[in-house]
DNA sequence: TCAGACATGTAATAAGTTACATGATTAG
DNA sequence: CTAATCATGTAACTTATTACATGTCTGA
């Protein structure tokens, strides 16, 4: 991130909680611990700027040698793309649910991904004009995946509530 | 997963690497460990059957405290849903990237998608009419991502390539 | 007046990955 | 003869999360 331009800690959670939100999560507790570390090995570099009142804010820039470790990162064929559900292994013991609780379920993930799309469309109309092609990539890979989990989850959700319905019939 | 039955912590990773690998990732290194545990506090039993050559079979077995156990933590309102992928935070960067090296990454990422659905294909034609709602919901939930991935990927990756070329061709 | 943005960090804990360690049987 | 399947685990290491710790300024 700090290769489009300076940032401090701060700044660069914000974008972690923005654009980067769909496929990457970093906390203060990764971030600043990860800036010291690259500062140490010399790979990026750091502007100490004094507040009052505050903790002075550091500013951290890329350096030559960061960039060479960037691109050569940035040569692993075989990237990984991971996914931790929660929410589907849950979905796996519907059938051991209240049928409101599955609704309450259902209906949190659809407003996650409510909250998804409704940030996909500000950054759109905000900053995406001055992104490179890849950033604009990854933009619409997130809003093509949220809109084909939300028609699914819309289409779908019968297949959980049918079942609980027939168990707390009987039960 | 033992709700639905006894199962050796092999037989479980056989399962992370079927029907659970498009939502949940788990090797021996977690999975042994978690049993041990599980049955220390009781809330699966473990049955060991002795064999020449190998390691004696334990077959482990879900109690009654553990459906207990399982039925509390399925009233969680707001299970999370997370990715992590290395996959958009390398795509992020494509304009720094060779165009080959670009078409390498898309094309892996394209294989992994294929393979899970081959996966899903032979789930269905296997184990599915046994399944709860369910699962069958998470194992649609994961076609339809994966599709819609599929379709994303095929359509936007010109967005990568244009990049990548403008800058070998200013290089 | 109260919430939220600004701004940094540490320490403790939890979780996950990787490598190590062993070795028979079976199918191609 | 080779690779894969069966079968278990530990130890070391890396990573991530959560709670703690502090305090000002600004807008509603």
Redesign the interface.
């Known amino acids: 991130m700090l290769?489009d331009g300076k940032a401090s800690g701060y700044d660069l959670k914000k974008q972690f909680e923005s654009s980067?939100a769909?496929?990457?999560?970093a906390g203060f507790g990764s971030i600043y611990p990860a800036l010291s570390s690259l500062a140490e090995q010399g790979l990026v570099s750091c502007q100490e700027i004094p507040q009052q009142g505050k903790p002075d804010r550091k500013v951290y820039e890329i350096t030559a040698e960061g960039r060479r470790y960037?691109?050569k990162a940035?040569?692993?064929?075989?990237?990984?793309?991971?996914?931790?559900?929660?929410?589907?292994?849950?979905?796996?013991?519907?059938?051991?649910?209240q049928p409101e609780?599955v609704e309450?379920?259902l209906n949190?993930?659809l407003d996650?991904i409510e909250r998804f799309k409704k940030m996909f469309a500000d950054i759109e109309a905000n900053c995406m004009h001055e992104w490179?092609?890849?950033?604009?990539?990854?933009l619409?890979?997130?809003k093509?995946?949220s809109?084909?989990?939300e028609?699914?989850?819309c289409e779908?959700?019968y297949?959980?509530l049918?079942?609980t319905q027939k168990q707390s019939a009987s039960a």
Do not use: Q
């Not at 793309?81 to 649910?97: D, G, I, N, Q």
């Not at 490179?132 to 990854?138: E, I, Q, S, T, Y």
């Open positions: 290769n980067f769909h496929f990457f999560a960037l691109l940035l040569e692993n064929p075989a990237p990984c793309h991971k996914v931790r559900s929660e929410f589907l292994a849950m979905m796996c013991f519907a059938h051991l649910m609780s309450t379920v949190s993930r996650d490179p092609g890849g950033m604009k990539f990854v619409g890979f997130g093509a995946v809109a084909a989990m028609k699914y989850i779908n959700r297949l959980l049918e079942e």
